[in-house]
């Protein structure tokens, strides 16, 4: 046991180590900026005030991004999902793998889940005795079940899921612009410092050159660190615009999610823009700002494979046959989407319900109308 629980404590020591490093990067990045290029380099009153302001605004969004990454606890499945002491112990006690699902059936036919294994199987994490709502997903880092998990990142220390997404794509945001802000107003200094003429004495350098200090290693080094990190993070933020584009996370790109129809890589995707708000939120004054407005809890997500009336669901459930032995009743469940998480679906859902019936009803109310004008 203490062995073990040593080995654990370092691990959790040892993964501070890219954060701590990160940290020291940035650390060092604002002393050469502000004092070594911006203090003791140039020598413009005006030029120095505009690239402060430019450059500490960037600074605190991006800082505040990264850390807003790094803090916001991953969020997990709600007590609804986790088995009842009756069901958990039964299915302790059954050794056969039909008889354990056939629990977990029952226990989730009322829950909103939609998606299962690739054998039809019901997701079930066994270290966190839980049924899986859609995309979530077991962090052997965390080693708890993250929803709406894309991927554990050393970088942060964390999981990004549902309850930090958004401030990840903000933070690689704001990184991109940090490093190509300093990139392009360093340019002009790196050349100058990189041109620099070998002689000891300034006084006897052209007068375009700058004179020999130790903020040309501070500029030079500089430069080339921004200009890498930039390169780094521009793929990794194309990447994941991607993947907010398609309403998909990292797991999803490489392992499709299996609805009742069978695999399927777009069936969380409503259209770009609903995708977009979903990460979000509806209110586009606070999409820049690192605070929480994704919409949803988690746990449900809308998607247009389970559009239609819940009775039609189930009497073609009823009516095809089992694919697996031991599955009696229709899985995915048959319960329909809440309104609160069919909100990006309303127009939609509108349009399915004005269907023939409706405007035989309208039809019908507008020659009533008719019939009594010209009575």
């Not at 890219?18 to 940035?26: C, E, R, T």
Request: glycine share 4%; proline share 6%; with cysteine.
């Amino acid at each position: 046991m203490a062995p073990s629980h040593v080995l654990k404590c370092c691990q959790r020591v040892l993964a501070w180590v890219p954060v701590v490093f990160i940290a020291l990067v940035v650390a060092w990045s604002y002393y050469a900026y502000v004092v070594e290029l911006c203090v003791f380099t140039i020598s413009s009153t005006a030029e120095k005030v505009v690239y402060l302001v430019i450059f500490h605004l960037s600074f605190v969004m991006f800082v505040w991004s990264y850390g807003k990454t790094i803090f916001t606890s991953p969020a997990s499945p709600s007590n609804e999902f986790c088995l009842s002491k009756a069901d958990k112990e039964q299915y302790e006690k059954e050794e056969r793998p039909e008889s354990q699902q056939e629990i977990l059936r029952r226990a989730a036919k009322d829950l909103p889940i939609y998606t299962t294994t690739a054998s039809r199987a019901i997701r079930y994490c066994d270290r966190c005795q839980l049924i899986k709502p859609d995309r979530c997903h077991h962090c052997s880092a965390c080693d708890i079940c993250v929803l709406k998990m894309d991927h554990h990142c050393p970088w942060v220390n964390n999981c990004v899921g549902f309850s930090n997404y958004k401030f990840f794509l903000l933070f690689l945001m704001y990184s991109l612009l940090y490093c190509l802000f300093v990139a392009a107003t360093v340019l002009q200094y790196f050349i100058k410092f990189w041109t620099l003429c070998r002689r000891k004495a300034a006084e006897n350098c052209p007068k375009n050159e700058l004179p020999d200090t130790h903020a040309k290693f501070h500029v030079l080094f500089l430069f080339f660190v921004a200009a890498m990190f930039f390169i780094s993070i521009l793929s990794l933020f194309s990447y994941h615009c991607w993947l907010v584009g398609k309403n998909r996370s990292t797991i999803e790109t490489f392992r499709a999610p299996t609805f009742r129809n069978g695999p399927d890589k777009n069936g969380f995707s409503l259209g770009c823009s609903k995708n977009l708000r979903e990460v979000f939120g509806d209110e586009k004054k606070y999409w820049l700002l690192p605070i929480f407005t994704s919409l949803g809890d988690g746990c449900n997500f809308p998607t247009r494979l389970v559009i239609m009336d819940p009775e039609q669901v189930t009497v073609s459930s009823q009516n095809e046959p089992a694919k697996s032995s031991g599955a009696n009743q229709p899985f995915p469940p048959t319960r329909p989407l809440s309104e609160s998480q069919n909100r990006l679906l309303a127009s939609d859902s509108q349009w399915v319900e004005s269907g023939p019936e409706d405007e035989n009803v309208k039809s019908g109310t507008k020659k009533h109308i008719i019939v009594s004008l010209e009575s």
